[in-house]
């Protein structure tokens, strides 16, 4: 459980940080709104549901990034038809949330970061909404969803509205390396190198 809401987490949040420095009207717009709802103080868990747009980019993060790609592995108890597939009894299936959520049949633009995406829609990724299944669904989802949620969205929004970022060196959005190394989870094969600069009463 540890596991399942700690490593994939930080490692959704070094993608959510490579999406937003990559666009940077993204990052205006999720900055801005943490600075509107929380003006004054540092933001709290129960700030989360006030905050529609960070949540988008966290949506959007976990569509283009979902930290296990292919879900944890099933096996059929018996055999069925499906779409007409036969899967005999015994076999081990596997499900590409990856290439789930990046379908163009479901996804218009699918490759490209765009949290609008979302704003007044009603999609989740709890299991319900097939075309965006990061943690699985039904019950055999991942165990640590819930704490995965919970840090996600408290962990971004204290980076942003503590720190602006600036990347280092001679890297640039436009050359910042995206390729993926594929373990356990989804990383960035070149981890990110930023400069943090404290913001002053949450602006700068």
């Given amino acids: 459980m540890f596991f399942a809401g700690s490593e994939t987490t930080s490692?959704?949040?070094?993608?959510?940080?490579?999406?937003?420095?990559?666009?940077?009207?993204?990052?205006k717009n999720v900055k801005e709104e943490i600075d509107r709802v929380v003006p004054n103080?540092?933001?709290?868990?129960?700030?989360?549901?006030?905050?529609?747009?960070?949540?988008?980019?966290?949506?959007?993060?976990?569509?283009?990034?979902?930290?296990?790609?292919?879900?944890?592995?099933?096996?059929?108890?018996?055999?069925?038809?499906?779409?007409?597939?036969?899967?005999?009894?015994?076999?081990?299936?596997?499900?590409?949330a990856w290439a789930i959520a990046r379908d163009?049949?479901?996804w218009?633009?699918?490759?490209?970061?765009?949290?609008?995406?979302?704003?007044?829609?009603?999609?989740?990724y709890k299991g319900q909404h097939f075309e965006l299944i990061p943690f699985g669904s039904g019950r055999?989802?991942?165990?640590?969803?819930?704490?995965?949620h919970r840090v996600l969205h408290l962990a971004l929004a204290t980076l942003l509205q503590s720190f602006n970022w600036e990347l280092s060196g001679s890297v640039t959005p436009e050359t910042m390396d995206m390729r993926e190394s594929v373990g356990i989870s989804v990383r960035k094969l070149i981890p990110i190198k930023v400069i943090p600069k404290k913001r002053i009463g949450g602006r700068r």
């Fill in 140 to 148: 055999r989802s991942c165990i640590g969803y819930s704490l995965a």
């Fill in 11 to 27: 490692s959704t949040i070094e993608w959510a940080m490579a999406e937003l420095l990559r666009g940077p009207g993204a990052m």
């Fill in 41 to 96: 103080r540092k933001v709290e868990k129960s700030d989360i549901d006030r905050l529609p747009y960070l949540q988008a980019v966290v949506k959007e993060t976990l569509r283009l990034h979902p930290a296990i790609p292919l879900l944890v592995p099933r096996n059929s108890m018996e055999d069925s038809n499906y779409m007409g597939y036969h899967i005999p009894k015994n076999t081990q299936v596997f499900v590409n």
């Fill in 104 to 106: 163009p049949e479901s």
């Fill in 108 to 124: 218009n633009d699918p490759l490209s970061f765009k949290p609008e995406r979302f704003l007044g829609k009603d999609i989740e």
